[in-house]
Structure formats: C-alpha cells, structure tokens
C-alpha cells in the first residue's frame, strides 16, 4: 500500500479511489471493453432485421389466435333462436352458446337438458327440451307428460301439454324430446323420438341480448312426480 500510496494521502482519497469505476487497472484488461473505440461492440441492428422481426411476431400472433379461434369453435358454437317453440324459456331472436363435447365421452344427454339437433329428415337444427331418456315408457294425459308412470314435474312450462293419447317406448339410443310452448311446437309428439347421434351439443349459455344474458338453468335435479 505504501508503494502505490503515500502515507500523507487522506483516507477519503483511497475511498474514493477505490470506489471509482472501472477501478485502477482496469483499463489493462480490454476483454471487458464494450465500447465503441475499443471494436467489439455489439453491431446495431438494421432497419431491415427489425422489420423482419416485427412481421415474425404479427405472424406468430395471427396464427395462435387462428388456432385459439379453432379450437373454440371445435368445442363452442353459436345458434340464433328462430320460432317461438321454447317459449317462455328462450325467444326468437336470443343468441345461444351450444357446448358440442357435452355429450363426447363426458356424459349423456340428462333429463331437462335443452339440447340443439337435427333430425327428421330437416336441414335445419332444431333446438328442444329432453323429457324422455332411453328405455323410458312415456304417455301424453291429462296434460302432462308421464314418464314410467310418474307424473313429470315441469316447472318451466306455463302452459299444459297438449297430444292425449300419445304412448312410446324409448329403444336404447332414443330420446324424446318437446318445446316449452306445448301449444305450438313440432317436436317428438309429432316426429316421433329422436336418435343420440343426431343431437349437437347442449345449450349453456344465453349470450344475447346483454340484458337476458344469463346460464340456462340446469332442470336435471327436478322432481319426477308431484
């Protein structure tokens, strides 16, 4: 210390000295000289490189929103309302989300569920309530379903169900199923039950309009006789 320092050198100075950066000697190392002057500094980026960069990332971005995008629509889609068959429960008009894995190795179809289709020999999808499960016995009297011989307990209807006389046994792939306005909808009392391969998915969520958004009520849990 005394070679580099003299003994008459404040204490401050060496701190000072000491604390400076790069620190005494450091110079001799040029290894760690990024500066300009020194030849080894990083080269700037071009205008082109940067460009490319930028439409690297534009790409990559439209992409895994393309398949995002895909991979809801495989799973979710959309149905508008037509007719009024599913009154008071749903309207003309309303926007549905329709969950088509639903029924794809994580269940089947349950009693109330509200399920879109197409079937009987139409083009169009038709959407319906489930009444009636595989293997069921159901009858139209008194207006009202009976299913098994018990009274089917239907709180979303606000009307009865008109069809007496009307009797079918289920096979082990059929449902039957009806609209909510029993008065005015063409559905298994007129078409006969409906196959398991011919339902798309179960409908989940009323998305439209903003102010009737809401889940659709889930009707399995309901009583089967009154």
């Not at 100075?13 to 000289?33: F, K, Y």
């Not at 020194?38 to 700037?44: F, H, I, L, S």
């Not at 007496?164 to 082990?172: E, F, I, P, S, T």
């Amino acid at each position: 210390m005394s070679d580099r320092y003299p003994s008459s050198t404040p204490v401050p100075a060496l701190e000072r000295d000491a604390m400076a950066w790069p620190p005494s000697g450091w110079e001799e190392n040029t290894a760690w000289d990024w500066s300009p002057e020194a030849g080894n500094a990083p080269a700037p980026r071009s205008a082109g490189g940067a460009r490319r960069g930028l439409w690297r990332e534009v790409l990559e971005t439209a992409l895994l929103t393309l398949v995002i995008s895909l991979g809801i629509h495989a799973v979710v889609q959309s149905r508008q309302v037509e007719g009024s068959s599913m009154e008071p429960t749903l309207h003309t008009g309303e926007r549905l989300l329709i969950n088509k894995f639903a029924y794809l190795g994580f269940g089947e179809p349950q009693r109330g569920d509200i399920v879109v289709f197409r079937a009987w020999g139409q083009e169009e999808d038709f959407i319906k309530r489930v009444v009636g499960l595989p293997g069921d016995h159901i009858e139209v009297r008194d207006d009202s379903i009976y299913v098994n011989e018990a009274r089917l307990a239907e709180p979303y209807l606000d009307q009865p169900t008109a069809g007496a006389g009307r009797d079918v046994q289920l096979a082990v792939d059929e449902y039957y199923v009806l609209g909510d306005n029993r008065g005015n909808s063409s559905d298994s009392r007129l078409f006969g039950a409906l196959e398991r391969g011919e339902i798309v998915g179960k409908a989940l969520v009323r998305y439209w309009p903003l102010d009737e958004a809401r889940w659709l009520a889930d009707m399995t849990p309901y009583a089967m006789a009154r």
